[in-house]
């Protein structure tokens, strides 16, 4: 089992940045690549950035390639979403997902666990 928690969200101007956090316990954290997605209201969850059990490999969204940036540090067992220019687009509830494997998936169904979710909410 992994528990995953999400922190960092909130409320911030069109052009803005913030930064995401996510804490895993649990199994060896290093052991899964891990992913962001996001949930706007009426709409389906979507993938917005993966990285693999070791850092060296990544995958965005179209959307938010350029801006955003996944990184993780498995001494700390934490995986970090930073998000530059957000855009009222971005405005979502993001959740945190590990995976156990070495590819990154993009597909909701191929992931294990799941946090709760932090609120990112972007005004113009």
């Known amino acids: 089992q992994v528990q995953l928690v999400e922190s960092g969200g909130g409320l911030v101007q069109a052009g803005d940045s913030l930064r995401l956090s996510c804490a895993a316990s649990?199994?060896?954290?290093?052991?899964?690549?891990m992913a962001w997605f996001r949930q706007a209201p009426g709409k389906e969850r979507e993938f917005v950035a993966g990285?693999?059990?070791?850092?060296?490999?990544?995958r965005y969204a179209d959307s938010v390639k350029g801006r955003f940036t996944i990184s993780r540090d498995n001494a700390k067992n934490t995986v970090f979403l930073q998000m530059n220019s957000l855009r009222r687009a971005d405005t979502a509830v993001y959740y945190c997902?590990?995976?156990?494997?070495?590819?990154?998936?993009?597909?909701?169904?191929?992931?294990?666990?799941w946090g709760q979710g932090t609120q990112v909410t972007v005004s113009p």
């Open positions: 649990g199994r060896p954290f290093s052991r899964y690549a």
């Open positions: 997902a590990a995976a156990l494997g070495e590819t990154i998936p993009r597909v909701l169904g191929d992931y294990d666990y």
């Open positions: 990285i693999n059990w070791s850092g060296d490999s990544t």
